[in-house]
């Protein structure tokens, strides 16, 4: 792990002084780049690309937070980024420099008056896993061994400076004003805020647990009300692997498709009976073991989208094989989507109802077939390529403007993560398993 860190940017001033820091680095990485090409030496775009995303992360992970979480999230989309960036972000998972532990002592001397030394019968200093919101240290009460989330200090309150820090430099960018992307930038913010309300991730994790305690080969932590506060989270250390080490040691056909089965089960309870889904399914927050032929841990509940009933609906229709049986339901539900509008030039409409029809129609296959195999290379290649298609196509890159509700912001964060999860475990699964069929398994 890296050197742990002493001290966080957490005013408004000190991170955009970072951030600025890290601007004027990733210019002089450009001017380096084309100077070398210049005088005929070497100097590839992969080269440019490495040089900065090491200067981005190194400067995300030093600021840790908001902007560390939205790179997170971008290592999700495999093709969104260079490879380069891509590699960088997904530290973000958790893999970051940690906090110091004089940081970590004055965090519980804040939270509880007293050291973690003294709180819980042994505390190690040294955090197991450090991502963008918080670092984990494993620790033991009462014969309990027992794993301890401690948030950075300033993340809350950084939330909204960060997202108006960076905003005008995505506007430009993007070509767009603030009141076409409002409602998007208040669901990422009160999501992230929700995130760092670890009084909250402990009665979703509670409530989540006791839910879902039907599913097979699923495993919660316990949490321990009394030694959590706001900023500080207890619950019990789980066994198991992220998905790199545990893919390490070669397990079974048998064992990655019941756990796939288990992850696929999980989300689809989750959205079909609860209308509510974990949504930050990124490899850091999944515990894989071969108990019992393949047991999921599920750690961190800090980001649970809630999803509206007439959002519900929505989405679930847009999946549905009889919206591709006939063009007109496809269009009133992109109609209600807010996709497409009635002020929509004909050109324009007929654009957004092939590029949708497409996109639909292939990232929606798993959910129409009674099995699906998700180690089929043939498949990913596919999303990966549509990635590709739609990036290039000139016409939609002049439609910039976001559409659509903002609910579905999650809920395709959720999909593509539970779709790369399975992909990388090369599960075979059997997808048409319904809220009730799953909830008498």
Same mark, same amino acid.
């Given at each position: 792990?890296?050197?742990?860190?002493?001290?966080?940017?957490?005013?408004?001033?000190?991170?955009?002084?970072?951030?600025?820091?890290?601007?004027?680095?990733?210019? &002089?990485?450009?001017?380096?780049?084309?100077?070398?090409?210049?005088?005929?030496?070497?100097? /590839?775009?992969?080269?440019?690309?490495?040089?900065?995303?090491?200067?981005?992360?190194?400067?995300?992970?030093?600021?840790?937070?908001?902007?560390?979480?939205? &790179?997170?999230?971008?290592?999700?989309?495999?093709?969104?980024?260079?490879?380069?960036?891509?590699?960088?972000?997904?530290?973000?998972?958790?893999?970051?420099?940690?906090?110091?532990?004089?940081?970590?002592?004055?965090?519980?001397?804040?939270?509880? +008056?007293?050291?973690?030394?003294?709180?819980?019968?042994?505390?190690?200093?040294?955090?197991?896993?450090?991502?963008?919101?918080?670092?984990?240290?494993?620790?033991?009460?009462?014969?309990?061994?027992?794993?301890?989330?401690?948030?950075?200090? +300033?993340?809350?309150?950084?939330?909204?400076?960060?997202?108006?820090?960076?905003?005008?430099?995505?506007?430009?960018?993007?070509?767009?004003?603030?009141?076409?992307?409002?409602?998007?930038? !208040?669901?990422?913010?009160?999501?992230?805020?929700?995130?760092?309300?670890?009084?909250? !991730?402990?009665?979703?994790?509670?409530?989540?647990?006791?839910?879902?305690?039907?599913?097979?080969?699923?495993?919660?932590?316990?949490?321990?009300?009394?030694?959590?506060?706001?900023?500080?989270?207890?619950?019990?250390?789980?066994?198991?692997?992220?998905?790199?080490?545990?893919?390490?040691?070669?397990?079974?056909?048998?064992?990655?498709?019941?756990?796939?089965?288990?992850?696929?089960?999980?989300?689809?309870?989750?959205?079909?009976?609860?209308?509510?889904?974990?949504?930050?399914?990124?490899?850091?927050?999944?515990?894989?073991?071969?108990?019992?032929?393949?047991?999921?841990?599920?750690?961190?509940?800090?980001?649970?989208?809630?999803?509206?009933?007439?959002?519900?609906?929505?989405? /679930?229709?847009?999946?549905?094989?009889?919206?591709?049986?006939?063009?007109?339901?496809?269009? +009133?539900?992109?109609?209600?989507?807010?996709?497409?509008?009635?002020?929509?030039? &004909?050109?324009?409409? &007929?654009?957004?109802?092939?590029?949708?029809?497409?996109?639909?129609?292939?990232?929606?296959?798993?959910?129409?077939?009674?099995?699906?195999?998700?180690?089929?290379?043939?498949?990913?290649?596919?999303?990966?390529?549509?990635?590709?298609?739609?990036?290039?196509?000139?016409?939609?890159?002049?439609?910039?403007?976001?559409?659509?509700?903002?609910?579905?912001?999650?809920?395709?964060?959720?999909?593509?993560?539970?779709?790369?999860?399975?992909?990388?475990?090369?599960?075979?699964?059997?997808?048409?398993?319904?809220?009730?069929?799953?909830?008498?398994?």
């Amino acid at each position: 792990m890296d050197e742990p860190q002493t001290s966080l940017p957490t005013t408004k001033v000190a991170r955009a002084a970072r951030f600025a820091k890290t601007g004027l680095s990733v210019g &002089a990485n450009y001017v380096k780049h084309y100077a070398k090409r210049a005088v005929g030496a070497d100097s /590839t775009t992969d080269d440019l690309h490495a040089a900065n995303a090491a200067e981005l992360y190194g400067a995300l992970s030093e600021m840790k937070g908001s902007v560390l979480k939205v &790179a997170q999230m971008m290592a999700m989309e495999k093709n969104l980024l260079p490879t380069a960036y891509a590699d960088q972000f997904a530290k973000a998972q958790y893999q970051t420099p940690p906090l110091s532990g004089p940081l970590v002592v004055k965090a519980f001397r804040d939270a509880f +008056g007293q050291s973690p030394y003294t709180l819980y019968e042994e505390f190690e200093p040294e955090a197991r896993q450090a991502a963008s919101i918080g670092q984990v240290h494993r620790a033991k009460k009462d014969g309990r061994q027992l794993a301890v989330k401690v948030q950075y200090p +300033g993340v809350a309150a950084s939330i909204k400076s960060d997202i108006n820090l960076v905003k005008p430099i995505a506007l430009r960018v993007m070509g767009l004003s603030e009141s076409q992307v409002r409602p998007y930038l !208040e669901e990422v913010e009160a999501r992230l805020l929700e995130e760092t309300d670890y009084a909250l !991730e402990l009665r979703r994790g509670q409530e989540m647990a006791a839910s879902c305690a039907h599913l097979p080969h699923l495993q919660f932590p316990a949490y321990y009300p009394e030694l959590s506060r706001v900023r500080i989270l207890t619950m019990d250390w789980l066994p198991g692997q992220h998905m790199k080490e545990f893919l390490a040691t070669k397990p079974s056909h048998e064992v990655r498709n019941q756990l796939g089965q288990a992850l696929w089960d999980f989300y689809q309870f989750q959205l079909n009976a609860l209308h509510q889904v974990h949504a930050d399914p990124h490899p850091g927050n999944f515990l894989l073991s071969t108990d019992n032929g393949g047991t999921v841990g599920v750690l961190d509940f800090g980001c649970v989208k809630e999803v509206p009933i007439d959002v519900y609906t929505l989405f /679930t229709a847009l999946l549905a094989p009889e919206t591709f049986a006939d063009e007109s339901i496809l269009e +009133g539900l992109l109609a209600e989507a807010g996709v497409l509008r009635p002020t929509d030039p &004909a050109a324009l409409r &007929a654009l957004y109802l092939r590029t949708l029809r497409v996109s639909l129609e292939l990232v929606g296959r798993p959910f129409r077939q009674a099995i699906f195999d998700f180690g089929d290379p043939t498949y990913v290649q596919s999303l990966y390529a549509l990635g590709d298609d739609l990036m290039a196509d000139p016409d939609l890159k002049k439609q910039r403007e976001p559409r659509g509700s903002a609910h579905f912001i999650y809920l395709n964060r959720t999909y593509v993560g539970l779709f790369a999860l399975l992909t990388e475990l090369g599960a075979v699964v059997a997808t048409n398993v319904t809220a009730a069929v799953a909830e008498a398994r």
